[in-house]
């Protein structure tokens, strides 16, 4: 399969902790996207990590790429309740963009 | 901030219906993109635009048409709704990547479809 694995497939926190997402895959890519889904709503675009840089940082996200490993993580700093949701990794293989099953992030206030 | 409005975000509709799924971007986005969303199976593209009147066929096109003749506007048109096309229709968009090429520019997704065939 041509699918991003992520790991855990669910996750639950205190408010104040740090959550950290993976996402595994075995072909290669172009880039690699994360995605946030509040219940009920669309894919909200956090970081996009292109095949040839290492990490990236918007706000509390830091995203990393190991094309070694071809495995990427998403770490979510001082987590917040608003944060609970479900964060999709998708890979940029050519010519397609193929979506994860999801973690599922709770975080108890 | 890129706005992507559907239409409906539910909708009951009885087998054999054509239903239109309306999308609309307000950010000049080139394409445009729907996708259906189920458990276990995750996101699905359906069918993509990448201009005016232009469409391609994504990874599970069959009981689907879609129509561009407004840059802003996509819409997903079941011909005759079925019961295994009971889902989230999700409609994304996305700038023109250099080369024309797909998938190097993020997705801005609307809030969904969530639509039941009985």
């Known amino acids: 399969s041509q699918q991003g694995e992520e790991d855990p497939q669910a996750l639950s926190i205190q408010e104040g902790e740090n959550a950290t997402m993976n996402c595994s895959y075995k072909t290669s890519i172009n880039n690699l996207q994360w995605y946030r889904q509040n219940s009920g709503r669309g894919l909200v675009h956090l970081i996009l990590?292109?095949?040839?840089?290492r990490e990236k940082h918007s706000g509390r996200l830091r995203v990393t790429l190991d094309t070694s490993k071809k495995s990427s993580s998403l770490l979510i700093t001082a987590s917040r309740a608003a944060d609970t949701a479900s964060y999709f990794c998708a890979l940029r293989i050519t010519g397609k963009l193929i979506f994860g099953q999801g973690t599922t992030l709770q975080v108890k206030p | 901030d890129v706005k992507v409005t559907q239409s409906s975000r539910y909708l009951v509709k009885r087998t054999g219906e054509k239903v239109f799924l309306e999308c609309v971007q307000d950010m000049d986005h080139e394409n445009m993109f729907w996708y259906r969303q189920d458990p276990g199976l995750g996101l699905r593209l359906i069918y993509f635009s990448y201009d005016v009147k232009m469409k391609e066929k994504g990874d599970i096109p069959e009981g689907y048409s879609v129509s561009r003749e407004k840059k802003e506007r996509f819409s997903l048109i079941l011909e005759s709704a079925s019961t295994n096309q009971t889902s989230m229709y999700l409609c994304a968009s996305s700038l023109v990547d250099f080369g024309r090429s797909l998938f190097n520019s993020p997705l801005h997704f609307g809030n969904g479809t969530r639509l039941t065939v009985t």
């Open positions: 990590i292109r095949s040839n840089e």
